[in-house]
Every structure is written in structure tokens, then in C-alpha cells.
């Protein structure tokens, strides 16, 4: 029986670029379709991500998965927040030779986008030095040996081809927070949303806060995901989207509550391991270790 369902899906067309939230989902071998197969790489070719760029926050990437009156690969406008206006940019794939990218330090290889696509970024990020470019062919980027099997593959994620996240376990973690302002002498902040740990999926329902942590794998329908590893948290959580203001949370409190071998840890990581859609509400049952 089903513990929890699916109260949140979530797609990044363009890394670190605002989340677009959908309804529906389709499942590929490669992580949700749509998702993370453009990103931002600077005069080295290396991934630029919102870690050093916050202003790629303000970034809006529609796709046909986003926003089905999209006829392009992808539409380019600025959050409701941003400085400058920008008109909207449609997008579409890069037909040119593939070149090498890095991606935290690993090579890739990607498509330069468009000259126009490329001034447009620029312009939005106040940087010369910057490239959009898209991957062309997920099936080249294989995973980690360590936790995955061959064949397994996933396009521009961090590391695998989908991130799961539970509300249980986002509530336990703010309480927490709350607890570490007031031992602190500081002003309790806002709980602290989901987004800002970018899942694809999130799930509710009754659930023990960090049970994720336990399951090898998830069943949506007849959709089959393995559960390889936890995912591991950096200082991108810590920056507010929107305002854009860098704080000490979550970090500070999950390295008091979740750190293991050196690292902070929240949500996990999941490879598909059939095809299909998925869907606002759907049930997830957990697969036992």
C-alpha cells in the first residue's frame, strides 16, 4: 500500500535557471523529459550554476514540458524580479558540431546554442564570457559505476537523472532550523520551501521524516525507479531565489543533523528503470531495501 503521493514535479530546462513546475511528467531513461538538457558554461567551457551566478535565478526556460503553447526547444525570458527586461527568446536546438564542456570538473560534450541565444543569456547576466549549450545525447553521459549499472545515463543533472524529495522530511529539518536560531539568540526564520533543494519529485503523505533514506527504490504506476544514494548539499541551497540573498541555512543545521563522510545530506537520488508518465497525486510506493 502507498505511504505517500506526489505533491510536487518540477523541471530545470536550463541548469540552474528557475524552476518550472508541471503537472505531468514523462519518464525517460535519462531523468524527466525537458529537464536540465541546456546549461551555462563560461569562457573554460565549465558549467556556470547559481552556486557563483545567483542572477541565473532570474532566468525563465519554458519548454514544450513547461508551457505546451511553446512551439521551439526553448523560450528564453527574465523572472518578475529582474533587473533589466529582456523580450523573449525562442530557442531552438543547435544543429553545430558537439565541443568539450566540464561539469563539476567531469568532461562533457555539448552543442553551442545560437549566437542570439548566447548575446541574450549574456545580456541577462551582465557577463561576456558566458555560453548556452545543449546536450545533444544524454546516452553519452554515463553515471557513476558505483552506484549505477550500465547503460544507465542521464543528460545535465549533477550527478544522476532524478531528485526526490519528502515535505516530511523538509519539516523535520525546519524544525530544526527553529531550534538552532533559538539556541542561538536569533530571530526564527521563515520555514524554508522545498524549491530550495530543486527535486524533481516531492512526495507527502504518512511518512517518517528521512524514511527515503531507507528505501532502494520508488513505483509510480508502472514507472520503476532504483534508489542509488543520498544526495549530497552544497552552499546553492543556502541563496534565497528570489531575493537572492546568501544566509547560513540549511547548511549550518543539516551539518549538525545530517553530515556523514564530510558531507551535509537531504533528498535523494533516483534512475529510472522503465518508461511512462507520472502525474500530480499519483501514489509512490516505496521499495523496501
Known amino acids: ?15 540552474s535557471t528557475a524552476i518550472r513546475p508541471v503537472r505531468t511528467a514523462r519518464v525517460t531513461y535519462a531523468g524527466l523529459q525537458g529537464d536540465r538538457r541546456w546549461m551555462v558554461v563560461d569562457a573554460d567551457r565549465a558549467m556556470v550554476s547559481s552556486r557563483e551566478e545567483p542572477r541565473l535565478f532570474t532566468i525563465v526556460a519554458e519548454t514544450p514540458q513547461t508551457d505546451p503553447t511553446v512551439t521551439s526547444a526553448l523560450v528564453l525570458t527574465r523572472s518578475a ?43 541577462a547576466l551582465g557577463r561576456h564570457d558566458v555560453t548556452l549549450v545543449w546536450c545533444d545525447d544524454p546516452t553519452r553521459r554515463t553515471l557513476n559505476p558505483q552506484y549505477s549499472q550500465p547503460g544507465d545515463h542521464t543528460a545535465l543533472a549533477d550527478g544522476y537523472p532524478v531528485t526526490l524529495a519528502s515535505q516530511a522530511s523538509l519539516r523535520r529539518l525546519n524544525e530544526w532550523i527553529a531550534e538552532t536560531a533559538a539556541e542561538r539568540g536569533e530571530q526564527v526564520p521563515t520555514p524554508l520551501p522545498i524549491s530550495r533543494f530543486r527535486p524533481n519529485i516531492v512526495v507527502d503523505g504518512d511518512l517518517e521524516p528521512f524514511a527515503e533514506d531507507g528505501w532502494s527504490g520508488i513505483r509510480v504506476g508502472e514507472v520503476r525507479f532504483r534508489l542509488p544514494k543520498g544526495v549530497d548539499r552544497c552552499v546553492m541551497t543556502t541563496i534565497d531565489p528570489t531575493s537572492l540573498a546568501r544566509g547560513h541555512e540549511p547548511v549550518r543545521t543539516l551539518a549538525r543533523h545530517r553530515k556523514l563522510d564530510g558531507k551535509t545530506w537531504f533528498a535523494v537520488q533516483l534512475i529510472p528503470d522503465s518508461l511512462g508518465g507520472m502525474h500530480l497525486g499519483d501514489p509512490v510506493v516505496p521499495t523496501p531495501p
Open 1 to 15: 500500500m502507498s505511504l505517500a503521493q506526489i505533491v510536487g514535479l518540477n523541471l530545470h530546462p536550463v541548469k
Open 81 to 123: 524580479g529582474a533587473t533589466n527586461a529582456l523580450a523573449p527568446l525562442p530557442v531552438d536546438e543547435p544543429a553545430g558540431p558537439a565541443v568539450g564542456v566540464t561539469l563539476h570538473g567531469k568532461p562533457l560534450t555539448a552543442v553551442p546554442a545560437g549566437a542570439e541565444a548566447t548575446a541574450w543569456v549574456r545580456q
